[in-house]
């Protein structure tokens, strides 16, 4: 494994592990970018309303029971008489991506929703804050972190399953996985898996640190820093003088 992946000749060319590996990342954008762009508003919806729960269950629940490869190639039955280019292998794959997708999305924006603090909800409302700036100023801020764990959840379902776009002879770092087992190149494979299982990890850190950067502190109980961070033993030194003073006096 580790000699494939030292070879020149694989890091080169349009069958190369970099054309793979941009091919990979293009099938996890569009595939995410489509399942954020149906599951966060029907989940900002469903949470802020509460109106057609059951859906968020149900839907779920039936997406993640679907047999991957089996959906895959029924939709390629269907689609691709319709296509004469790529798209009869693109689009079923996508779809297939994006049904994986949905349901972390979905149900975490729904639960991010669902459990924001009614005092504050009531709070704003008595501001005089409408429906949607409600939504989209207290609730959807303090739903964020569970709305990028969903997020997190669907990116590393959808880098670790593109890989059955090579079943239908796309590209991607499951290439190297199939075409590793078609020539008994168990080298290949290993590689294929190395590499399919560092990409994931390198999604899962980036959005653990953009979920770091723009959750707010007090969601996620991060002291804050600089002038504002207090040492502990500050905040004993404050207490201790606060029980020693003596009582004002009513007289």
Known sequence: MID?????????????????LLQHLLYTFLALFAAALIAVPLG???????????????LANSLRALPTIGLLILLVLVIAPSFSTKLAYLIPSL???VLLAIPPILTNTYAGIRSVDPAAVDAARGMGFRS???????????????????????????????????????GGLGRLLIDGKAQSDYA???????????????????????????????????????????SDSEDTAVAARTASAPEPSLI
């Open 188 to 230: 290949q494979m290993a590689a294929g898996a190395v590499l399919v299982s560092l990409l994931a990890l390198a999604f899962d850190l980036a959005i653990g640190f953009l979920t770091v950067r723009v959750v707010s502190p007090g969601l996620t109980r991060r002291e804050r820093s600089g002038a504002n961070k207090r």
């Open 44 to 58: 900002l919806y469903i949470g802020h309303t509460g109106r057609g729960a059951v859906v968020v269950a149900g």
């Open 95 to 97: 779809i297939v991506l």
């Open 132 to 170: 949607m700036r409600i939504l989209t100023e207290v609730e959807m801020p303090c739903a964020l972190p569970l709305m990028l764990s969903g997020v997190r959840s669907a990116v590393l379902q959808i880098v670790s399953t593109a890989t059955v776009a090579a079943y239908i002879s796309l």
């Open 4 to 20: 494939f992946l030292l070879d020149g000749a694989h890091w080169t060319g349009p069958e190369g592990i970099p054309a793979l």
